[in-house]
């Protein structure tokens, strides 16, 4: 009797632990009524104290760490941690985000407070590929490139949603906004999108694809544009037949906020009749989560025979299912030896210079201008020297504290000069009260509160809501850089911005540009440690710089053969695609082809450290319809004065991977390809 007992014992236990999250999710989701359900499946989650079920709010945000929840490191906008081409130190950015975000999550939970943005299924990263330079939430994602957007956004994905502990997950990412997404921001919530199936294939569809296939995101994110004439939240092709059906995605599809209000409302799509028709098409489409209230008419929509409780019960078991894999509902938490001073830490913000120094992409160093010496008598003006919040970017936390260049060159002799669109002293007065000074480092480029994601308010010179009427440097900057630069002042650019920014006067009446990005709580001192050599650039650009508008091509055109990117456009770039200088002298002295690798000898002809981004381009001559050439891997290496290395790529069938016309998709095709190394893709 007592062997009996003892096992009976042992039994009990093993049997409770072994009940899997969802076979616990499927026995919760059978005492829910269909309004309990209802609200369940809205990203504002309230409350069900009979089940024990606790509010819960999906929409959270970590675009460069965590966001809109108070203090947490900031590293630089996506945009710049593209620059550095360093998928590895992203890596290790994201990780101490999903630190951060779990210390937080346990505070607010310790605390009382159940805030939206405090909990942990975050809603980034955003993979859309950055087609036209005007628009506004470009900066949000890793640039133009499908290969890089892939390489830099599955880094992501494994950094925040970490490695499973004892069973449960340490947070969710979820890839957005899928899909065929990328402006104008105004008709976001009306515009139809129809592209061929190779730009879907081969340009708009392979982030994601690597996101689900390969990195094992965890949330989908649809678009609010239509595709072919449906709302991308209740598209078949893109939900059933791709995402869950091609790519066997199981993961949570969730609406962006007000997408499902889209399908019916007025001036929007208007898809639908009513909000119980918009509900019973998002859910049978299998749409699992709603940001907004429109799934409140989900009982509406049954009543009315649009929906069955079946179809409901499909999409809210997958969401029961994760809250108690991420230990939510059960008050579980693996990572709780988490210590609350890591947020914010030394350690942390060590990690973010690094990543800062390394997003920086010099463009221009006439006769070697840069680096200044250590002394040098210099005047830092523009409207973006002591900024803070520009440091920030959007999506963003808000740091104890931020070092602006202002900050970070304290000897300098500051001056605001302008604003960003318009005059704030005379020019003659500005030039005249630097007289004393030889170099001029000037912090100009535009800002995060004139570009970004549907800022209604805004239309200032050059911008519209959100996006850019024009990517040249605001004509008031233009004209005191000129002004400057014909006083015989030698200026130095420091460009701020989100996005390209035609700088063809600026390249001529400058002596360096400095691309910045927005950079981060320590941009500051990455900015002043380049600019006086403590730090050798290495940064390369994730997007092309045109010369000027006219290189552009319709803003509404998704037609990638229009001219769009590096990819496919057909003229002379003033900064292209993965172009960076540094103080180095790097040259490629031979690449050979040996069986299936490139064998690259790269030497370090300076005489100083460097880091090298060295690029492998492929391009298939006979296929006229498709892009110029195309990034398919990079290396990054580091070399000592005098120094030399062998760099060895693979050349695998994902090398070669090219639309084939009769699979309809991406894979193997017949011909010759050419394989390109270099430091840019001009070569």
């Known amino acids: ?41 809205q990203a504002t989650s309230v409350a069900i104290d009979t089940f024990g079920i606790a509010d819960y709010n999906w929409w959270n945000e970590a675009l460069h760490g965590v966001g809109r929840n108070g203090s947490a490191t900031m590293f630089p906008e996506p945009i710049g941690m593209a620059s550095s081409f360093d998928d590895e130190l992203l890596l290790k950015c994201f990780e101490i985000a999903s630190d951060e975000a779990r210390v937080k999550f346990r505070m607010a939970k310790e605390a009382g407070t159940h805030k939206r943005y405090q909990f942990l299924t975050f809603w980034t990263p955003n993979v859309n590929i950055f087609r036209d330079p005007r628009w506004g939430r470009g900066m949000e994602t890793y640039g133009e490139d499908p290969y890089l957007t892939a390489r830099m956004g599955l880094m992501v994905v494994k950094g925040l949603q970490g490695e499973d502990k004892d069973g449960y997950q340490k947070t969710q990412a979820c890839a957005k906004h899928y899909a065929v997404h990328s402006g104008p921001e105004p008709d976001r919530h009306r515009f139809d999108v129809d592209v061929s199936q190779r730009d879907l294939f081969e340009t708009y569809l392979p982030a994601f694809k690597a996101l689900v296939t390969e990195g094992g995101v965890r949330e989908v994110m649809t678009a609010y544009n239509r595709f072919r004439g449906v709302p991308c939240g209740a598209n078949p092709y893109l939900i059933d037949t791709l995402l869950r059906g091609k790519w066997g995605y199981e993961g949570i599809i969730v609406s962006d906020c007000g997408a499902v209000a889209d399908f019916w409302e007025p001036g929007h799509h208007e898809w639908v009749a009513d909000q119980a028709s918009a509900a019973a098409a998002g859910v049978k489409a299998g ?70 120094h390394e997003s920086l992409v010099l463009l221009l160093n006439k006769n070697r201008i840069l680096p200044l010496q250590e002394g040098q008598k210099i005047a830092l003006v523009g409207p973006n020297a002591d900024d803070v919040e520009l440091m920030w970017g959007n999506y963003n936390g808000v740091p ?4 602006t260049l202002r900050e970070a060159l304290p000897d300098a002799f500051y001056l605001h000069g302008c604003d960003l669109v318009e005059p704030s002293d005379s020019i003659d007065t500005v030039v005249n009260q630097l007289a004393d000074y030889e170099v001029v480092v000037f912090a100009g480029g535009i800002s995060p509160r004139v570009e970004g994601e549907e800022k209604s308010k805004v239309e200032l010179p050059g911008f519209y809501k959100g996006d850019r ?13 000129e002004t400057l630069h014909k006083a015989g002042k030698k200026v130095i650019l420091v460009n701020f911005s989100g996005s390209a920014v035609a700088l063809a006067p600026e390249a001529e009446s400058c002596e360096a540009i400095l691309q910045a990005w927005y950079p981060g709580q320590m941009g500051g001192t990455a900015i002043a440690d380049v600019l006086y050599g403590r730090f050798n650039p290495c940064g390369k650009l994730p997007v092309t ?28 770039a003033l900064f292209p695609f993965g172009y960076g200088l540094n103080y180095s002298d790097f040259q490629i002295l031979k690449a050979v082809r040996k069986k299936h690798k490139m064998v690259v000898k790269l030497v370090n002809k300076g005489d100083v450290t460097g880091t090298e981004v060295l690029q492998l381009y492929v391009s298939k001559p006979d296929d006229t319809a498709g892009p110029i050439k195309t990034l398919r891997d990079f290396k990054r290496v580091t070399l000592g004065p005098g120094k030399k290395a062998k760099v060895k790529f693979n050349l695998d069938d994902k090398t070669f991977l090219w639309w084939n016309e009769a699979e309809g998709d991406m894979g193997k095709v017949d011909g010759d390809f050419v394989v390109k190394v270099g430091n840019s893709s001009s070569i």
């Open 545 to 572: 710089f045109y010369k000027s508008d006219a290189d552009l091509p319709d803003f509404n055109d998704y037609n990638m053969a229009s001219g769009h990117t590096y990819r496919f456009f057909k003229g002379e």
């Open 1 to 41: 009797m007592k062997k009996a007992a003892l096992l009976l014992m042992l039994l009990i236990p093993l049997g409770l632990a072994a009940q899997t999250h969802q076979q616990k999710a499927e026995e919760l989701l059978s005492k829910l009524d269909i309004y309990q359900k209802a609200s369940l499946m």
């Open 287 to 356: 749409l699992d989560l709603e940001c907004g209230n429109v799934y409140s008419f989900i009982p509406e929509a049954i009543e009315r025979g649009l929906l069955t409780e079946e179809e409901v019960d499909k999409c809210l078991l997958r969401l029961l299912t994760v809250r108690y894999a991420l230990g939510e509902l059960e008050g579980v938490d693996p990572w709780s030896n988490l210590s609350d001073d890591i947020v914010e830490s030394e350690e942390h913000k060590a990690v973010a210079l690094d990543m800062a």
């Open 469 to 481: 009427t024009s990517i040249e440097l605001p004509a008031v900057q233009r004209q005191l850089i």
């Open 400 to 403: 104890k504290h931020t070092i």
